[in-house]
């Protein structure tokens, strides 16, 4: 096993070598992830919304990223464990952001944090790598301000919007950055940064030109009936299988069918017999 490390994504953009994230929230998708391989594990605020049940992302919280970061935390070995900032944890002032992203690390036990938004937040990335922590820019459809963009749109549609966004993955990069995801932008803009960065992209409804791709691991796994936007790509759907099982379960239960001999334990030879004794004595006892 060898430990993911950020110089090393910088050697797979160089090589060509795409590189595979997806997010993860908790201790046994943390595991398994580790142990197919997956490069960079996010433990993403998406969190809100594909487990805490939040409409979106906007109410998650400091305290419940961390605890879900160093659940991850216990079970990944090999790839980098990234925390994704909250919305309002790094908006306010950069004495925040430096605190919070501190937290991701020494608290959750992250390798780096993650923050949305281009110019206007370089400030605020180079007070957090000045704390030594490395950033993950992310840009393009930046969930936590989709107010601001009237919705969940794509962005940089207009020549206008992308070259906003190439100076947006400039400026992030130039600051220090260590990779940057593209969130539903077109493939030519995601094209034409990846071309122009020397730091990896990951592209999340942002065509095929990028570095590398992430997605969140409920929507591949088709246990996000609520959500299914056109980049997404359902690579199982464990939805009935899931329910299959808990209706089976049901009908065992009801049946008395489970459990059976094969899930149950078995008292000491004969002392079952002695116990039937003691109780019939306590009974007689009581009825004098
Ligand atoms: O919160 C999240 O999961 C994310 C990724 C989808 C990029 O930001």
Redesign the pocket.
């Known amino acids: 096993m060898v430990k993911v490390t950020i110089p090393q994504l910088l050697e797979m953009k160089q090589k060509g070598e795409k590189i595979a994230l997806l997010?993860a929230y908790d201790y046994p998708f943390g595991f398994l992830e580790d142990e197919v391989g997956i490069e960079v594990i996010?433990v993403?605020?998406?969190?809100g919304m594909v487990v805490l049940g939040y409409e979106n992302?906007l109410p998650v919280t400091m305290d419940e990223m961390v605890i879900h970061t160093r659940a991850v935390r216990k079970a990944v070995k090999r790839a980098l464990l990234i925390g994704?900032m909250p919305f309002l944890s790094y908006q306010v002032t950069t004495e925040d952001a430096i605190r919070n992203a501190g937290r991701f690390m020494a608290e959750g036990g992250a390798e780096g944090v993650?923050l949305e938004g281009g110019k206007e937040r370089i400030e605020t990335v180079r007070a957090i790598l000045r704390a030594g922590i490395p950033v993950m820019g992310?840009i393009g459809l930046t969930?936590q301000s989709a107010a601001r963009f009237g919705g969940f749109k794509v962005q940089g549609k207009s020549a206008k919007e992308a070259k906003n966004l190439i100076e947006d993955a400039k400026a992030l990069e130039d600051s220090g950055v260590f990779s940057i995801?593209l969130?539903c932008i077109p493939k030519e803009v995601a094209q034409v940064i990846t071309e122009t960065l020397n730091i990896p992209t990951f592209g999340?409804g942002s065509g095929s030109f990028c570095d590398g791709q992430?997605?969140?691991i409920h929507d591949i796994l088709g246990l996000n009936e609520k959500f299914s936007p056109k980049f997404v790509k359902q690579f199982v759907n464990l939805t009935p299988i899931i329910k299959g099982a808990f209706e089976n379960y049901i009908a065992a239960v009801k049946k008395g069918d489970f459990p059976n001999s094969d899930h149950s334990f078995k008292m000491k030879e004969g002392e079952f017999q002695k116990l039937k004794r003691m109780v019939r004595t306590e009974k007689k006892q009581r009825k004098k």
Do not use: A, N
């Open positions: 997010t996010l993403g605020d998406s969190l992302t994704d993650k992310h969930p995801i969130e999340i992430i997605l969140v």
